[in-house]
């Protein structure tokens, strides 16, 4: 879409981000007719996409890739006519009845807004670790665990994520190594039985990074124990950090965020913004996981529709005041 010509219309609904939430959104707003526009920047499906394997979302008893699974999502919010844009968000003025969206390729306008950004990694913010990132140093396994075959690699954390990529990189690498500032995981019991059936994972616990070294690519990393400070070093060839993560939600302001920076809504997906909505890991909530995204993205989808019946309908920005 050309952005000269972004004024000539106001969308019924924006949606911004196509992971689960947002196309979710966007299959409920595109088949109770409502103009819809998803901007993402990048693949549709968002994270799930970089999932090996979807196990828990129902109706798919013998599980799902994460890529296909994105795929499945954006031709059935493209079958009800929501439209796609692959562009970068700069910033939202969410105040008043028009929506405006800032982006890399112009302003979109929008009579509701949901926002379902979902989520980004947590650093370590350790020395060493943005010169060592995409030089040994990844995020996602399933995107690059097979290059590492046969390798000496490190994981860091102790969650689900943590214990679910190890047991994925298990098939490529020689060795892995569960790196936990605790000395148990708090990955739920299923995974963990499974890591201590895996002869190719070690789990170290009570222990820290505190620095990644190397030349041209990352080669050790240095680590503290918490119980007694001793500092050692580890030789690896690549290092998976899922130690959590941070709200995308620094490209918006106004609406009411908690402390670490998630938006609050009530049960009906609202925000502190009349007309603005918020789906998904984005939102503070208990459980997030793919399933609970989709619901969150049907609720403000259906809210959305019932905010635009109880107001006037847009039909032109140049011609509202």
């Known amino acids: 879409m050309d952005s000269r010509d972004n004024k000539e219309k106001i969308y019924d609904m924006i949606v911004l981000g196509a992971g689960p939430a947002g196309l979710s959104a966007a299959i409920y707003g595109g088949r109770a007719q409502m103009s819809t526009l998803v901007i993402e920047p990048r693949m549709a499906g968002g994270e799930i996409t970089l999932t090996d394997r979807l196990d828990n979302y129902p109706g798919f008893p013998e599980g799902i890739s994460g890529f296909e699974f994105g795929l499945l999502l954006e031709k059935h919010a493209a079958r009800f006519g929501a439209e796609m844009v692959s562009t970068f968000v700069e910033r ?20 509701t807004l949901v926002i379902a950004t979902g989520t980004a990694p947590r650093t370590l913010g350790v020395p060493g670790e943005s010169i060592f990132t995409g030089r040994g140093i990844s ?10 075959r046969q390798k000496r690699l490190a994981v860091i954390g102790g969650g689900d994520a943590a214990v679910e990529e190890a047991l994925y990189l298990s098939r490529f690498a020689a060795e ?3 790196i936990h500032r605790r000395n148990t995981l708090r990955a739920v019991p299923y995974l963990q039985k499974k890591l201590s059936e895996n002869p190719i994972i070690k789990f170290l616990g009570e222990t820290v990074v505190k620095e990644f070294k190397g030349n041209q690519k990352l080669e050790k990393i240095v680590l503290k124990n918490v119980t007694d400070n001793k500092v050692s070093e580890i030789s690896v060839d ?12 620094g490209f918006i302001d106004g609406v009411e965020k908690d402390s670490q920076g998630y938006i609050i809504t009530n049960e009906a997906m609202e925000t502190s913004i009349s007309g603005v909505f918020a789906a998904g890991d984005i939102r503070q909530k208990v459980l997030r996981q793919v ?16 905010y635009i019946q109880n107001n006037l309908t847009l039909t032109g920005y140049k011609n509202v005041t």
């Open 92 to 111: 939202v003025e969410p105040e008043g009845r028009v929506k405006k969206v800032i982006t890399s390729s112009g302003a979109f306008f929008g009579q």
């Open 139 to 148: 995020f996602c396994a399933t995107c690059d665990g097979p290059l590492f």
């Open 176 to 178: 892995v190594i569960l």
């Open 238 to 249: 690549g290092a998976f950090l899922y130690i959590g993560r941070v709200p995308s939600s």
């Open 291 to 306: 399933v609970t995204a989709a619901a969150d993205g049907a609720i403000a989808a259906t809210m959305a529709l019932k």
